[in-house]
C-alpha cells in the first residue's frame, strides 16, 4: 500500500503534533517538517533581543492555561504541578522534551524556508549553503538552483497541512489619524521581552487582550506612566485578563491605579508629539506599543491553493475553511490547516485535528462534498471580521470528536460502515457475509457490537473474517452507549442466561420425543439457532437437513430472513415478520402508511402462530440498546403444558429473544 507523503509547514506545537500523529503506526503516513529557523517550538521559542520573525514570547509570560490542561495527551510536563501555570521556558523544553521522545527530528528539515506550493503540491524550499550538508538527500528532491548563498529544491507531496502559525504577521491598525507623522517610537508587543527597557519611561498600551494587560501589569512597577488604551465593549475582555493573571500569581496593573496606572478610551488622533484620546484627554508619550494581535498569512500557497485573500487582508478572517480545518476545495482533505481557531487549548486541540486529517487521507473517514462544504461554511451564524476564528474550546473540540464518530454517514448499501466494540468496520464490499448482506444494511452507520455478540458465541473466531474491514477506532466517550432506559441490571441478568443457554443437553431423548411429536418446527427452529449442539458445524447439518430434506425449505433462505427478524425485532422495513400484507397489517404505522397507498385496507392486529404478541411495531431506533430493542414488541405467552408442547417451549418469547440470539 501507499505511504501518503504529507508536507507539515511549521514546526511549533501545531506541526509536531501533527508529525506525532502520522508518523504513528496507525496511519500509512510519512511526514516531512519544514522549518524555516535553526530551532523547533514555533513561537515558544524565546528569543532575548527580540529580533526573531516567528517568536513573540517574552521573559517573564507564563501560561493563561494550567499545565495539567495544556499539555499533549500522551506527553505530561515533567517536574510540574498540573494545577501549575508556567512560564515560557519551561514550554520549550516541553516542546524540546516532546519532540525527542517521539523522534521526530529525523521528519524535521530545520533552517528550510518552503517558497512556494503550487497546485500540484509540489513544495519549493530553500537551504542556507552552510547549512545544506546537514540534511540528508531525499529520494523526492530536486534541485532547482544553487548560488553562493542558497540551495533550492523541490519536491512533490500528496498532502499539505499549513502549521506556521498565526503569530509572525503583526497587526497594527492603520485608521489612526497622524499615526505615521509621531515624532516618538512605535512598537508591536510582538518585540517586547522585558520591562527594564522601559523604566522611568511613559508608555501607551493599545489593547486589551492577554498581551496588552500582562504587558501592562509588568510595566505598571518601573515605568513612568503605564496608559492602557482600550474600546469600551473590551470590558469584559480585560476582566477576565485579569482573572487568569491573578490564577498565575502575577502582579496586576491594577493594583497601580492611584499612582502609575490609567485607562483610556481609544486613540482619536496623533499629532507630531502628542496622543489625542477620545474622552478628550491628551498625553506626550515616550513611545506606544501595540498589542493588536495578529494577521493570518500563508504567502507560500499558489494558485488555487490560496484561501480567499479579499477576506483575509480585509476582513481579517481564512475563508473558506470546513471545521476551520479543510480547505474546502479540496475535499479528499489534501489542504488543511492546523490551529487556525484562538482562545484555544492549542496542543491537545491540534492532535485531535491531526487525527481527523490523518483518517481522511488515508480513507478511514470521507469530507462532504465541495458544495455541501462550502454551504455548510456560508451557513454559520459566525461575525465577518477577525472574531470569525474566536471559538468555544469545548464545543469545538467536541463538534470535532463526533466528526471523527460520525459513522451515520455510511449507512447506505453502497457506503456501509458498522462499529463493534469501537472499532469501526467497511464492509461495503462484504459480498459474503454468512447471514447475508441484508442484515448488515440493518446496522449500516450503527454500533452493532450487541448484535454481533449475540449471532456469534464464539467471538474469537469470527473476528479473523473482521480483520479484513477494519479501518480505524472511534475516539470519544463512546463506550457507554446512549440508551433511553437504565436497564444494566436487568441486561446482566439476561447475560448469565445467554451465557448458560438454558443448559444444552447432551442426551438425545428429549429431541427424539419432540421429532416424533412435532418434528418439523420445534427442532428445525433450535438447530438454525444454533442451541442444540456445542458445535456450531453439527447444528448447521441438521437444521439444514430438517428445513432442507423435511419441510423442503431454503436453510439460507431461512437465515437470512429470521436472523433479520432477531437482529430488528419488530422494526418496520427490516423485520421481516412484520410485513405479512396484504393479509394483515401489524401495528399502528404500517396500516396508516398502506391506506395511504390503497384506502380499501384496514387496520388488523393479528396474533398468530406464539409469535410477537404486536405491542409496538416501530420504525428502527438506534438508541435502543440491543436488551431493549429486542423487549419493546413482545412478551410471554401464559405457560401450560399443552401450550409448552405445541409451541416448543416459544411461548417464552422474552427468554427466547434474549438468550437464544
Given at each position: 500500500m501507499?505511504?501518503?507523503?504529507?508536507?507539515?509547514?511549521g514546526?511549533?506545537?501545531s506541526g509536531l503534533?501533527?508529525?506525532r500523529?502520522?508518523?504513528?503506526?496507525?496511519?500509512?503516513?510519512?511526514?516531512?517538517?519544514?522549518e524555516q529557523?535553526?530551532?523547533?517550538?514555533g513561537?515558544?521559542?524565546?528569543?532575548?533581543d527580540?529580533?526573531?520573525?516567528t517568536t513573540?514570547?517574552?521573559?517573564?509570560?507564563?501560561t493563561?492555561?494550567?499545565?495539567?490542561?495544556m499539555q499533549?495527551?500522551d506527553?505530561?510536563?515533567?517536574?510540574?504541578?498540573?494545577?501549575a501555570?508556567?512560564?515560557?521556558?519551561?514550554?520549550?523544553d516541553?516542546i524540546?522534551?516532546?519532540?525527542?521522545?517521539?523522534?521526530?527530528?529525523?521528519?524535521?528539515?530545520?533552517?528550510t524556508?518552503v517558497?512556494?506550493?503550487?497546485?500540484?503540491f509540489t513544495?519549493?524550499?530553500?537551504?542556507?549553503?552552510?547549512?545544506?550538508?546537514?540534511?540528508?538527500?531525499?529520494?523526492?528532491?530536486?534541485?532547482?538552483?544553487?548560488?553562493?548563498?542558497?540551495?533550492?529544491?523541490s519536491?512533490?507531496?500528496?498532502?499539505?497541512?499549513?502549521a506556521?502559525?498565526?503569530?509572525t504577521e503583526m497587526?497594527?491598525?492603520?485608521?489612526i489619524?497622524?499615526?505615521?507623522?509621531?515624532?516618538?517610537?512605535i512598537m508591536?508587543?510582538?518585540s517586547?521581552?522585558?520591562?527594564?527597557?522601559?523604566?522611568?519611561?511613559?508608555?501607551?498600551?493599545v489593547?486589551?487582550s492577554h498581551?496588552?494587560?500582562?504587558i501592562?501589569?509588568?510595566?505598571?512597577?518601573?515605568?513612568?506612566?503605564v496608559?492602557?488604551?482600550?474600546?469600551?465593549e473590551?470590558?469584559?475582555?480585560?476582566?477576565a485578563?485579569?482573572?487568569?493573571?491573578?490564577?498565575?500569581?502575577?502582579e496586576?496593573?491594577?493594583?497601580?491605579?492611584?499612582t502609575?496606572?490609567?485607562?483610556?478610551?481609544?486613540?482619536?488622533?496623533?499629532?507630531?508629539?502628542?496622543?489625542?484620546?477620545?474622552?478628550?484627554?491628551?498625553?506626550?508619550?515616550?513611545?506606544?506599543?501595540?498589542?493588536?494581535?495578529?494577521?493570518?498569512?500563508?504567502?507560500f500557497?499558489q494558485?488555487?491553493?490560496?484561501v480567499?485573500?479579499d477576506?483575509?487582508r480585509?476582513?481579517?478572517?481564512?475563508?473558506?475553511l470546513y471545521?476551520?480545518?479543510?480547505?474546502a476545495?479540496?475535499p479528499?482533505?489534501?489542504?488543511?490547516f492546523?490551529?487556525?481557531?484562538?482562545r484555544?487549548?492549542?496542543f491537545?486541540?491540534?492532535?485531535?485535528q491531526?487525527?481527523?486529517?490523518a483518517r481522511?487521507l488515508?480513507g478511514?473517514?470521507?469530507?462532504?462534498?465541495?458544495?455541501?462544504?462550502?454551504?455548510?461554511?456560508?451557513?454559520?451564524s459566525?461575525p465577518?471580521?477577525?472574531?470569525y476564528?474566536?471559538v468555544?474550546?469545548?464545543?469545538?473540540?467536541?463538534n470535532l470528536?463526533?466528526?471523527?464518530?460520525d459513522?451515520?454517514?455510511h449507512?447506505?448499501?453502497?457506503?456501509r460502515?458498522?462499529?463493534?466494540?469501537?472499532?469501526?468496520?467497511?464492509?461495503?464490499?462484504?459480498?459474503?457475509?454468512p447471514?447475508?448482506?441484508?442484515?448488515?444494511?440493518h446496522y449500516?452507520?450503527q454500533?452493532?457490537t450487541e448484535?454481533?455478540r449475540a449471532?456469534?458465541p464464539?467471538?474469537?473466531?469470527?473476528?479473523?473474517?473482521?480483520?479484513?474491514?477494519y479501518?480505524g477506532?472511534?475516539?470519544?466517550?463512546?463506550?457507554?452507549k446512549?440508551?433511553k432506559y437504565?436497564?444494566?441490571?436487568?441486561?446482566?441478568d439476561?447475560?448469565?442466561?445467554r451465557?448458560?443457554?438454558y443448559?444444552?443437553s447432551t442426551?438425545?431423548?428429549?429431541?427424539?420425543?419432540?421429532i416424533l411429536f412435532?418434528?418439523?418446527?420445534g427442532?428445525?427452529?433450535?438447530?438454525?439457532?444454533?442451541?442444540?449442539f456445542?458445535?456450531?458445524?453439527?447444528?448447521?447439518?441438521?437444521?439444514?437437513?430438517?428445513?432442507?430434506?423435511?419441510?423442503?425449505?431454503?436453510?439460507?433462505w431461512?437465515n437470512?430472513?429470521?436472523?433479520?427478524h432477531h437482529?430488528k425485532?419488530?422494526?418496520i422495513?427490516?423485520d421481516?415478520?412484520?410485513?405479512v400484507e396484504?393479509?394483515?397489517?401489524?401495528?399502528?404505522?404500517?396500516?396508516?402508511?398502506?391506506?395511504?397507498v390503497?384506502?380499501?385496507?384496514?387496520?388488523t392486529v393479528?396474533?398468530?402462530?406464539?409469535?410477537?404478541?404486536?405491542?409496538?411495531?416501530?420504525?428502527?431506533?438506534?438508541?435502543?440498546?440491543?436488551?431493549?430493542l429486542?423487549?419493546?414488541g413482545?412478551?410471554n405467552?401464559?405457560?401450560?403444558?399443552?401450550n409448552?408442547?405445541?409451541?416448543?417451549?416459544?411461548?417464552?418469547?422474552?427468554?427466547?429473544q434474549?438468550?437464544e440470539?
Amino acid at each position: 500500500m501507499k505511504r501518503h507523503r504529507i508536507c507539515i509547514v511549521g514546526s511549533g506545537s501545531s506541526g509536531l503534533a501533527c508529525a506525532r500523529v502520522f508518523s504513528s503506526d496507525d496511519y500509512n503516513c510519512e511526514p516531512t517538517v519544514f522549518e524555516q529557523n535553526p530551532f523547533i517550538g514555533g513561537q515558544w521559542h524565546y528569543d532575548p533581543d527580540g529580533l526573531s520573525e516567528t517568536t513573540a514570547v517574552y521573559k517573564n509570560l507564563k501560561t493563561n492555561i494550567p499545565c495539567g490542561v495544556m499539555q499533549f495527551s500522551d506527553f505530561p510536563f515533567q517536574n510540574s504541578d498540573p494545577e501549575a501555570y508556567v512560564g515560557c521556558k519551561d514550554v520549550q523544553d516541553y516542546i524540546i522534551a516532546y519532540a525527542e521522545k517521539h523522534q521526530l527530528y529525523q521528519y524535521i528539515l530545520l533552517n528550510t524556508k518552503v517558497n512556494s506550493i503550487d497546485e500540484t503540491f509540489t513544495v519549493t524550499y530553500t537551504v542556507p549553503i552552510d547549512k545544506e550538508n546537514e540534511m540528508s538527500k531525499r529520494s523526492h528532491q530536486k534541485l532547482v538552483m544553487r548560488n553562493e548563498n542558497y540551495a533550492t529544491y523541490s519536491e512533490q507531496f500528496d498532502a499539505i497541512c499549513v502549521a506556521n502559525g498565526h503569530y509572525t504577521e503583526m497587526y497594527i491598525p492603520n485608521d489612526i489619524p497622524g499615526l505615521h507623522s509621531q515624532t516618538f517610537p512605535i512598537m508591536h508587543s510582538h518585540s517586547y521581552r522585558e520591562p527594564e527597557h522601559y523604566r522611568d519611561k511613559c508608555v501607551i498600551v493599545v489593547g486589551a487582550s492577554h498581551s496588552g494587560v500582562d504587558i501592562s501589569s509588568e510595566l505598571a512597577p518601573i515605568a513612568k506612566q503605564v496608559i492602557l488604551s482600550m474600546k469600551e465593549e473590551n470590558k469584559n475582555q480585560y476582566e477576565a485578563v485579569l482573572n487568569m493573571l491573578r490564577q498565575n500569581g502575577k502582579e496586576l496593573c491594577t493594583n497601580y491605579l492611584s499612582t502609575t496606572f490609567s485607562i483610556v478610551p481609544p486613540i482619536e488622533r496623533i499629532d507630531k508629539d502628542i496622543v489625542y484620546f477620545q474622552n478628550q484627554t491628551s498625553i506626550k508619550p515616550d513611545l506606544i506599543i501595540f498589542a493588536t494581535g495578529y494577521e493570518y498569512r500563508m504567502p507560500f500557497l499558489q494558485g488555487k491553493l490560496q484561501v480567499d485573500q479579499d477576506r483575509l487582508r480585509n476582513s481579517h478572517y481564512v475563508y473558506p475553511l470546513y471545521k476551520q480545518l479543510f480547505h474546502a476545495d479540496f475535499p479528499d482533505g489534501t489542504l488543511s490547516f492546523l490551529a487556525i481557531p484562538y482562545r484555544i487549548v492549542p496542543f491537545p486541540l491540534a492532535e485531535v485535528q491531526s487525527h481527523i486529517i490523518a483518517r481522511v487521507l488515508c480513507g478511514k473517514l470521507s469530507l462532504p462534498t465541495r458544495d455541501d462544504m462550502i454551504n455548510a461554511i456560508d451557513n454559520l451564524s459566525l461575525p465577518l471580521n477577525r472574531s470569525y476564528h474566536l471559538v468555544n474550546m469545548i464545543e469545538y473540540a467536541e463538534n470535532l470528536f463526533e466528526m471523527m464518530r460520525d459513522i451515520a454517514r455510511h449507512s447506505s448499501k453502497n457506503d456501509r460502515w458498522i462499529v463493534i466494540d469501537k472499532r469501526i468496520y467497511d464492509v461495503t464490499n462484504w459480498n459474503k457475509h454468512p447471514g447475508g448482506q441484508t442484515i448488515l444494511n440493518h446496522y449500516a452507520g450503527q454500533d452493532s457490537t450487541e448484535s454481533v455478540r449475540a449471532f456469534h458465541p464464539n467471538i474469537a473466531f469470527v473476528q479473523k473474517y473482521f480483520k479484513t474491514f477494519y479501518i480505524g477506532d472511534l475516539i470519544g466517550d463512546d463506550n457507554k452507549k446512549t440508551t433511553k432506559y437504565d436497564d444494566q441490571a436487568l441486561k446482566d441478568d439476561f447475560e448469565q442466561l445467554r451465557q448458560k443457554r438454558y443448559c444444552k443437553s447432551t442426551s438425545w431423548l428429549p429431541y427424539l420425543i419432540t421429532i416424533l411429536f412435532y418434528i418439523i418446527a420445534g427442532i428445525q427452529h433450535d438447530f438454525g439457532h444454533l442451541s442444540v449442539f456445542n458445535q456450531p458445524s453439527r447444528n448447521h447439518a441438521f437444521h439444514r437437513f430438517f428445513l432442507g430434506f423435511i419441510k423442503r425449505g431454503s436453510a439460507d433462505w431461512w437465515n437470512n430472513m429470521h436472523f433479520q427478524h432477531h437482529s430488528k425485532p419488530n422494526s418496520i422495513d427490516k423485520d421481516p415478520d412484520t410485513r405479512v400484507e396484504p393479509l394483515f397489517l401489524l401495528g399502528n404505522v404500517i396500516p396508516i402508511r398502506k391506506a395511504k397507498v390503497n384506502a380499501k385496507y384496514g387496520k388488523t392486529v393479528v396474533v398468530s402462530q406464539s409469535n410477537h404478541v404486536v405491542t409496538e411495531v416501530s420504525y428502527d431506533d438506534s438508541e435502543l440498546s440491543w436488551f431493549q430493542l429486542q423487549l419493546k414488541g413482545t412478551c410471554n405467552i401464559i405457560k401450560s403444558p399443552l401450550n409448552d408442547w405445541f409451541t416448543g417451549h416459544l411461548n417464552f418469547k422474552i427468554e427466547h429473544q434474549q438468550a437464544e440470539n
